[in-house]
């Protein structure tokens, strides 16, 4: 370990009651980046249109390989090369239904990971049918925010703004989320100002991001598929591996807007602080909790 590590390792210790941060996670982000950056994952990502670039760009950046390969029949000869499947329903139509199916059905045949990104899965019929379906399909991990887990777990249609949540605050949905992963047996994470990371027992809090994130279209949709990149490098240990994502894409969130002029600008320098998060830098800035 470096000299700047340790020292920025002291600065996020658990020293008690000055400090909230339990020192081991900068040291489980990092390994899981530096890991991502060695090994490339290849994330196949059946996903909407507004997030193909910010998903595919955010993956390659940050070291990993996207294709947004979504048709049904490519999926025998392609889905087994991946080492993680990232499905997102933003625009759904019913055509895409049979692939995103097909994809999650043979990642749990060869055990290997998959994620599921509920887009406004409360908005109708159509969409919340389809994700509990998929939701049965045992994804890895389900990531949403708040309205979208609310809904999940109560299995109801439910308020919010489009494929934004009506939901003020994460907090709002952590018994959602709670009963949505013990239900489900997937990892459940719930985006917001804090995000919850929950496998129905265990709950962990990550408390990096800047609010302007929310204002880039598909920052949401594109931590999912980091997510997917994530759980492929530790399948076995999804709650670390998502809740880590969660931080490192936060932290690059929060480098960007020194630079940034706008959300326009932070979209751009997000994506090149992943590029050059370092360890310094990433052990000094990781703020997850046990909650
Ligand atoms: N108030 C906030 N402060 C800090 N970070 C935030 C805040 N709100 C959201 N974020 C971060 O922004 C990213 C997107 O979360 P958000 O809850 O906006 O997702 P979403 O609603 O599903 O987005 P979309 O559907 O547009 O892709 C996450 O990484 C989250 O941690
Ligand atoms: C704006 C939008 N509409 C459907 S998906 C999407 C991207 C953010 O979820
Ligand atoms: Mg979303």
């Known amino acids: 370990m470096t000299e700047a590590s340790s020292s920025a390792m002291q600065h996020n210790d658990n020293d008690g009651e000055s400090n909230p941060y339990p020192a081991h996670w900068g040291p489980t982000a990092w390994a899981l980046l530096a890991d991502l950056r060695q090994r490339c994952p290849l994330v196949q990502c059946l996903t909407n249109f507004v997030s193909m670039d910010m998903a595919a760009n955010t993956l390659i ?68 049918n389809t994700c509990l379906a998929l939701v049965g399909l045992k994804p890895t991990v389900i990531r949403g925010n708040g309205s979208e887990i609310i809904a999940l777990s109560k299995a109801s249609l439910g308020a919010s703004k489009g494929v934004e949540s009506a939901h003020g605050s994460s907090m709002d949905a952590l018994e959602a989320a709670k009963s949505l992963a013990k239900s489900s047996g997937s990892v459940v994470a719930v985006s917001g100002a804090v995000d919850i990371v929950t496998d129905g027992n265990r709950v962990v809090g990550v408390h990096n991001g800047v609010p302007m994130m929310q204002k880039i279209a598909a920052t949401g949709c594109a931590v999912t598929a980091f997510i997917a990149a994530f759980v492929a490098l530790d399948p076995s240990h999804p709650l670390e591996a998502t809740a880590s994502a969660l931080s490192v894409f936060g932290i690059a969130g929060e480098l960007g807007m ?34």
Do not use: Y
């Not at 390989?65 to 000869?77: K, T, V």
């Not at 329903?89 to 599921?116: D, H, N, Q, R, Y």
């Not at 630079?259 to 800035?285: M, N, Q, Y």
């Open 61 to 128: 950046a940050a070291g990993a390989s996207p294709a947004m390969i979504h048709s049904l029949g490519e999926i025998p000869d392609f889905t087994p090369q991946t080492h993680a499947l990232c499905v997102n329903v933003g625009t759904l139509s019913p055509s895409w239904v049979p692939a995103m199916k097909a994809a999650a059905e043979l990642m749990i045949k060869l055990g290997k990971p998959w994620v599921l990104d509920p887009v406004s899965a409360g908005a109708s019929g159509f969409r919340l």
């Open 258 to 291: 020194v630079l940034a002029k706008g959300p326009a600008s932070l979209r751009v320098h997000l994506i090149d602080s992943l590029t050059a998060l370092d360890e310094a830098a990433l052990l000094s800035r990781v703020r997850i909790t046990d909650m």
